[in-house]
């Protein structure tokens, strides 16, 4: 079991370059989520998804895409990256949103 | 507004003493909450979980405490150790919004 695997580890943009930020479990579950990290502000919620065909908004979504075709994976899309989209992000599964998460090690992204 | 509030950003205790971590909630509907840890470059991972049925449980050196008249849990452990150091952060589930809601996180530094 790789758990929840998220690539690349560390990326460098360029303001207005687009990328995807790639996420993958292999437990089944069926919620997923992204959550970025920025000092002091804690874990906050981008998007997340219910089901295969499913994603809602978080706390923070604008700016970024998400699709899910399968559920094993979940894919985060920055549509043109800004400064202000320098982060650690998080991948995260779990059988349900209440219920224990499962967290990817996470990608850390630097826009310049 | 945070829903999920941990006020101090950072602890430091010696090794063998306790620790505490504080967290506060503004949400009634909050019934099951859940401590993280999370270690630099490291994705969070699940450390302990408390039902709003009891006001206390146990793992080991971990405990936390419920106080749902206070709108407060807390973690102790005893007794710390330098492995300990890393970021704690609570959570709370929203079933409303389906959302797993997240303190800013307490940095504690175990010393020797």
């Known amino acids: 079991n790789a758990g929840v695997t998220q690539t690349p580890k560390f990326q460098v943009l360029k303001t207005g370059q687009s990328m995807t930020l790639q996420c993958a479990q292999d437990m089944n579950h069926e919620y997923m989520s992204w959550y970025r990290q920025d000092p002091g502000m804690g874990l906050r919620l981008i998007h997340y998804s219910v089901g295969a065909g499913i994603t809602d908004q978080g706390e923070v979504p604008n700016g970024y895409n998400v699709s899910r075709s399968t559920t094993e994976d979940f894919p985060l899309r920055l549509l043109s990256a800004a400064p202000s989209q320098t982060s650690v992000y998080f991948c995260?599964?779990?059988?349900?949103?209440?219920?224990?998460?499962?967290f990817g090690p996470g990608t850390r992204l630097t826009v310049l | 507004d945070q829903q999920v509030k941990q006020n101090s950003p950072s602890l430091s205790v010696q090794e063998g003493r306790i620790s505490i971590l504080n967290c506060d909630y503004t949400n009634s509907m909050f019934d099951y909450f859940l401590w993280y840890k999370k270690y630099p470059a490291e994705g969070p991972t699940f450390l302990i979980s408390?039902?709003?049925?009891?006001d206390k449980n146990e793992d080991g050196r971990f405990t936390v405490f419920l106080n749902k008249s206070a709108k407060h849990l807390s973690l102790h452990i005893v007794p710390s150790q330098p492995g300990d150091s890393a970021v704690y952060f609570c959570?709370?589930?929203?079933?409303?919004?389906?959302?797993?809601?997240f303190g800013t996180g307490t940095r504690l530094q175990v010393f020797p």
């Open positions: 408390i039902s709003s049925i009891k």
């Open positions: 959570a709370a589930p929203d079933y409303n919004t389906d959302k797993l809601i």
């Open positions: 995260a599964s779990g059988v349900g949103g209440g219920k224990k998460q499962f």
